[in-house]
């Protein structure tokens, strides 16, 4: 028999039961789960446990026990590991409560309160207040975001985590991201992150995460039906049957047909993607991309899609444009009146990606002239939309050519509810400090882990 102090005793009974508690639960580290089962007996922890009581209900003033060799010696190689796990791992009944979670939704008004699966909205709050309640945090709910006294400002200061969605977003400047002092993680309920300073949250720790692919086929359809929309010149054809109107002429002069065209997509990821894939049926003449790497071969191949690695050259051939790309530094004002005079006269643009990718003032210039026969999509620079933006009345000199919606597109109902499930995915797994689906990292605990926001180290 070997000895053991009672003070290691007491370790060595933790540790052990702890073992056999992460056999049971499969939460062991990978370095333990391989171990052999017999050095993993639950026997191996009681046997030390009732050997221990014993020795302190006996009133016993020696400072050791005895245990088999063997035994102490499979329960010595369990501490540094399980030491290491432990000191890793949170558990979910003993997760840090009274965490400060701000959220910055839109409002439902009374649509909400009749349909309760628009989680995006304050008053359904993404269906994680109770949950958040019940394990102890507070769960504040806003979108009141604009100014020093809002809401979003007033609470950023102490907040530990920030939930807000691109269809009403809180924007994170590099000095309100100064200002919160206790803001460790940012999570987009949807896709795109540009409404937060990213530079400036590498630079202070701040993680960054969406809940990437819950809406990308949500805005791949709308951008199909945008673009048939403008090419088929609906809207305006719907407005004259409003009017009591009835002149086929008045619209057909401008209503085409999208096969025999040339269709291509600035950014072909998951959505631009998805956009050709939608767009095989249609017999277009050709269907082109622009982005700043290749498709691999079988995946250009899969939608008979061409690289154009110049952008003015690209849109040069293009009937229609679509805009699929992230909003960062090399985009903003990608889409400006000097790039516009290379687009064919006449042809029509789509953006559901970004607002401020595009050059509003010059955008709507290039529809009052005809130089663009329409624009349409539901993202804007600003929002809400200040209701003088030129993008809300604009039109081409045939009095249509405009496709502009609220930002919809990507929360549709079943996008809804697929990225209020993925933000309470990445919640519990910040919670039990767990990883995350790298998928979803913008911003890691090492910085970027992403080009998709510009070509970074």
Same mark, same amino acid.
Not at 61 to 83: H, N
Not at 116 to 137: A, F, S
């Given at each position: 028999m070997?000895?053991?102090?009672?003070?290691?005793?007491?370790?060595l009974?933790?540790?052990?039961?702890?073992?056999?508690?992460?056999?049971?639960?499969?939460?062991?580290?990978?370095d333990?789960?391989?171990?052999?089962?017999?050095?993993?007996?639950?026997?191996?922890?009681?046997?030390?446990?009732?050997?221990?009581?014993?020795?302190?209900?006996a009133?016993?003033?020696?400072?050791?026990?005895?245990? %088999?060799?063997?035994?102490?010696?499979?329960?010595r190689?369990?501490?540094?590991?399980?030491?290491?796990h432990?000191?890793?791992s949170?558990f979910?009944?003993? %997760?840090?409560?009274n965490?400060?979670?701000l959220a910055?939704?839109?409002d439902? +008004?009374q /649509?909400?309160?009749?349909?309760?699966?628009?989680?995006?909205?304050?008053?359904?709050?993404?269906?994680?207040?109770?949950?958040?309640?019940?394990l102890?945090?507070?769960f504040?709910?806003t979108?009141?975001?604009?100014?020093?006294?809002s809401?979003?400002?007033?609470?950023?200061t102490?907040?530990?985590?920030?939930i807000t969605?691109?269809? +009403?977003?809180?924007y994170?400047?590099?000095?309100?991201?100064?200002?919160a002092?206790?803001l460790k993680?940012?999570?987009? /309920?949807?896709?795109?992150s540009? +409404?937060?300073?990213?530079?400036?949250a590498?630079?202070?720790?701040i993680?960054?995460?969406?809940?990437t692919g819950?809406?990308?086929?949500?805005?791949?359809e709308?951008?199909?039906?945008?673009?048939?929309?403008?090419v088929?010149n609906?809207?305006p054809?719907?407005?004259m049957?409003?009017?009591g109107?009835w002149?086929?002429?008045?619209?057909?002069?401008n209503?085409?047909?999208?096969?025999?065209?040339?269709?291509?997509?600035i950014?072909?990821?998951?959505?631009g993607?998805?956009?050709?894939?939608r767009l095989q049926p249609f017999?277009?003449?050709?269907l082109?991309?622009?982005?700043?790497?290749?498709?691999?071969?079988?995946a250009?191949?899969?939608?008979n /899609?061409r690289?154009v690695?110049?952008?003015?050259?690209?849109v040069?051939?293009?009937?229609?444009?679509?805009?699929?790309?992230?909003?960062?530094?090399?985009?903003r004002?990608?889409?400006?009146?000097?790039?516009?005079?290379?687009f064919?006269?006449?042809?029509?643009?789509?953006?559901?990606?970004r607002? %401020?990718?595009?050059?509003?003032?010059?955008?709507a210039?290039?529809?009052?002239?005809g130089?663009?026969?329409?624009?349409a999509?539901?993202v804007?620079?600003?929002?809400?939309?200040?209701?003088?933006?030129?993008?809300?009345?604009?039109?081409?000199?045939?009095g %249509?050519g405009?496709?502009?919606?609220?930002?919809y597109?990507g929360?549709?109902?079943? /996008?809804?509810?697929?990225?209020?499930?993925?933000?309470?995915?990445i919640?519990?797994?910040?919670?039990?400090?767990?990883?995350?689906?790298p998928?979803?990292?913008?911003?890691?605990?090492?910085?970027?882990e992403t080009?998709?926001?510009?070509?970074?180290?």
């Amino acid at each position: 028999m070997d000895s053991v102090d009672l003070s290691e005793a007491v370790t060595l009974v933790f540790l052990s039961l702890a073992a056999s508690m992460f056999c049971s639960s499969n939460q062991l580290a990978p370095d333990l789960m391989y171990r052999k089962p017999a050095d993993r007996s639950v026997k191996t922890s009681i046997e030390l446990a009732i050997s221990l009581q014993n020795k302190i209900s006996a009133g016993g003033t020696g400072a050791t026990l005895s245990l %088999a060799p063997k035994s102490l010696t499979s329960l010595r190689a369990y501490k540094a590991p399980l030491r290491t796990h432990i000191s890793k791992s949170r558990f979910h009944s003993s %997760a840090p409560s009274n965490m400060k979670i701000l959220a910055v939704l839109y409002d439902g +008004h009374q /649509a909400a309160q009749e349909e309760p699966r628009l989680l995006g909205t304050t008053e359904n709050k993404l269906g994680i207040e109770k949950w958040l309640k019940d394990l102890g945090h507070e769960f504040i709910v806003t979108s009141d975001k604009e100014g020093p006294n809002s809401v979003f400002q007033k609470h950023i200061t102490d907040a530990e985590v920030l939930i807000t969605t691109p269809f +009403h977003p809180g924007y994170l400047t590099a000095d309100l991201v100064e200002k919160a002092k206790n803001l460790k993680i940012c999570v987009t /309920a949807g896709v795109g992150s540009d +409404h937060i300073d990213l530079n400036a949250a590498v630079a202070k720790g701040i993680e960054v995460l969406e809940v990437t692919g819950s809406n990308v086929v949500s805005v791949a359809e709308h951008v199909v039906m945008s673009i048939l929309l403008l090419v088929r010149n609906f809207v305006p054809a719907h407005e004259m049957i409003e009017r009591g109107d009835w002149l086929v002429s008045d619209i057909a002069r401008n209503a085409y047909d999208l096969e025999g065209k040339v269709i291509g997509t600035i950014g072909a990821g998951r959505i631009g993607y998805r956009v050709l894939q939608r767009l095989q049926p249609f017999n277009t003449k050709e269907l082109l991309y622009y982005d700043y790497a290749p498709l691999p071969e079988e995946a250009a191949k899969a939608v008979n /899609a061409r690289r154009v690695a110049d952008l003015k050259e690209f849109v040069s051939q293009c009937d229609v444009v679509t805009v699929n790309c992230p909003l960062h530094e090399g985009t903003r004002g990608l889409i400006n009146a000097d790039l516009l005079k290379s687009f064919k006269k006449g042809a029509w643009l789509v953006n559901t990606a970004r607002g %401020a990718i595009c050059d509003a003032d010059a955008v709507a210039a290039a529809v009052k002239s005809g130089q663009l026969n329409g624009y349409a999509g539901d993202v804007w620079n600003v929002q809400p939309a200040p209701k003088d933006h030129p993008w809300r009345s604009m039109k081409n000199p045939l009095g %249509a050519g405009n496709g502009m919606v609220p930002h919809y597109s990507g929360t549709t109902l079943d /996008a809804q509810a697929r990225y209020a499930a993925g933000t309470r995915e990445i919640l519990t797994n910040y919670f039990e400090n767990k990883p995350q689906n790298p998928a979803n990292i913008i911003i890691g605990k090492a910085g970027y882990e992403t080009k998709a926001y510009g070509q970074r180290k």
